[in-house]
């Protein structure tokens, strides 16, 4: 079963390799300024419509407070002009595994005086335009507003664990001011 997927894997690289014309990579500042690590890279499948996929991941604890989460995020675009050229709209994915405690995040209404673990996953739509730099260099603005669903155990503090707990959410999903880099 595995020789499947693994072939599956390398006939799926090989269609990219042989149908894309530019391959990027990313950097969002954003999530830079929040001490976030980050990476992600698109490829162009034609003319006007590309694949992203960008992931982060974050792990600290502070004086009793933590912030860990992973995060990945495909996405569809079509491109108005061209691939890496002016605007675009996309349709994101988005799957996050987490762990916060003591914490108010914008955005997400948890207590700062409990602990929160578990996974959220949802999608939605976005909207970016990217700004030529130079012929290897652009400069990526992007939003989304999407749905995500939450599932996690809550702890209070100094207390028995509670839960499972679910919590829905309707808003902006997706924020980017991102340094591409384009390979060819």
């Not at 829905?168 to 384009?182: A, D, E, M, Q």
Request: with cysteine.
């Amino acid at each position: 079963m595995n020789k499947i997927w693994l072939g599956l894997l390398f006939g799926f690289c090989m269609f990219i390799a042989a149908h894309a014309q530019r391959i990027a990579v990313k950097n969002n500042v954003v999530y830079d300024a929040a001490a976030i690590l980050n990476i992600g890279g698109e490829f162009v499948i034609n003319k006007q419509f590309s694949v992203d996929l960008s992931g982060n991941y974050i792990g600290w604890e502070l004086g009793g407070r933590a912030w860990k989460h992973w995060m990945v995020q495909p996405e569809g675009r079509y491109w108005l002009l061209e691939g890496f050229n002016g605007h675009f709209f996309g349709v994101h994915g988005m799957y996050l595994n987490y762990d916060v405690s003591r914490l108010e995040l914008p955005f997400v209404n948890f207590s700062r005086r409990d602990r929160y673990k578990g996974s959220a996953y949802g999608g939605g739509v976005s909207y970016g335009y990217s700004l030529y730099v130079t012929p290897r260099f652009n400069i990526e603005l992007s939003a989304g507003i999407g749905y995500l669903r939450f599932d996690y155990d809550k702890t209070q503090i100094r207390e028995k664990e509670t839960g499972p707990f679910n919590k829905r959410y309707f808003g902006p999903t997706k924020l980017g001011i991102s340094v591409v880099y384009i390979i060819f």
